[in-house]
């Protein structure tokens, strides 16, 4: 009863004192992207600060997969996209005309708009979003703020609107909607958008958030749907642990892992590779001092994440 207790407090201590309501430590967004022959995926990572425009924004890496029927291969991309967070206002960099939009206003309440972020023509300057109803949500242990939404999109020339509706969350930003690209928000073209509904979402606290039992990562080849299978499936026991944590790998072929222990805030304090004997591995948990911890492991097929709790 005193351990469990002790891993409620730590539990909720953690989640409290180190929300963050955008770009915490670790944050990594995985959306739809529709694609000409189908879908595949987009991944967000935030990796750095930086300071553009004179102000402090967050460098986000832009990263997609897909297959092609231009070269028959599966292609990459990469690139980075900027935000600015202040006072509880997410605003986003648009590249081409050097200026911060309003992405998502998490001091909104019901009746609250702004316009979306693409200026690029009249029709575009019209699209808004409406907040029509606003709530909590507690997700893994963090408290979040939810805001329903409904979205006056306009294309780039075309005068009649589309109307959408979506939630928005603290952290996470929308989950059905993609807001992060000028031909998304305003596109020129029916089919120009880069990314759609969100698949997953992870960072320091909220470990792999998922909204549909698929995977994180998939792009389509039209010979046949394929699974982008990078998700390793892995167990790992005892939750809380004390000294020893045994991870088991669910895959007969993967013969090592490397892994990496991180804190709540983020930063790496333990990484190794471990050969692993019966699909299983032991990781010495004794030097860590009690709270809570993310677990990332690399495998040769593929990797994962868990959370878990360090109680004595």
């Known amino acids: 009863m005193k351990n469990i207790i002790k891993v409620l407090l730590i539990v909720l201590y953690s989640s409290v004192i180190n929300a963050q309501n955008w770009c915490s430590p670790n944050a990594e967004w995985h959306y739809t992207r529709y694609y000409v022959v189908g879908s595949a995926y987009v991944k967000h990572s935030f990796t750095n600060t930086v300071t553009l425009n004179n102000v402090t924004c967050q460098q986000i890496n832009y990263f997609t997969e897909y297959y092609s029927v231009m070269n028959n291969a599966v292609n990459t991309a990469s690139t980075n996209i900027y935000t600015h967070f202040n006072n509880n206002i997410v605003y986003w960099l648009d590249l081409n005309s050097n200026n911060f939009d309003t992405l998502f206003n998490f001091n909104a309440v019901i009746g609250s708009k702004w316009s979306l972020p693409n200026k690029s023509s009249a029709n575009c300057s019209k699209s808004r979003v409406l907040v029509t109803d606003t709530g909590h949500k507690i997700i893994q ?46 596109p020129t073209y029916v089919d120009s958008e880069r990314g ?36 390793a499936k892995i167990q790992v026991y005892p939750n809380p642990s004390t000294d020893i944590l045994n991870l088991v790998s669910d895959n007969q072929d993967n013969k090592s892992i490397i892994y990496q222990i991180l804190n709540n805030l983020g930063q790496v304090i333990a990484n190794d590779e471990i ?17 809570v911890y993310n677990l990332k492991v690399k495998s040769n097929s593929g990797n994962s994440s868990k959370r878990f709790v360090v109680a004595r």
Do not use: H
């Open 141 to 186: 242990g963090v408290n979040l703020k939810w805001f329903k939404v409904s979205i006056t999109q306009y294309m780039y020339t075309f005068p009649m609107p589309n109307t959408l509706n979506d939630t928005i969350y603290e952290r996470i930003g929308c989950l059905s909607n993609y807001f992060f690209g000028s031909e998304d928000v305003c």
């Open 275 to 291: 050969i692993l004997e019966d699909r299983v591995a032991l990781i010495n948990t004794s030097n860590l001092p009690e709270g």
């Open 196 to 231: 759609g509904p969100l698949r997953c979402y992870s960072d320091n606290q909220i470990v792999n958030y998922k909204r549909y039992t698929g995977n994180c990562n998939y792009f389509y080849i039209p010979t046949a749907i394929n699974e982008y299978l990078n998700e």
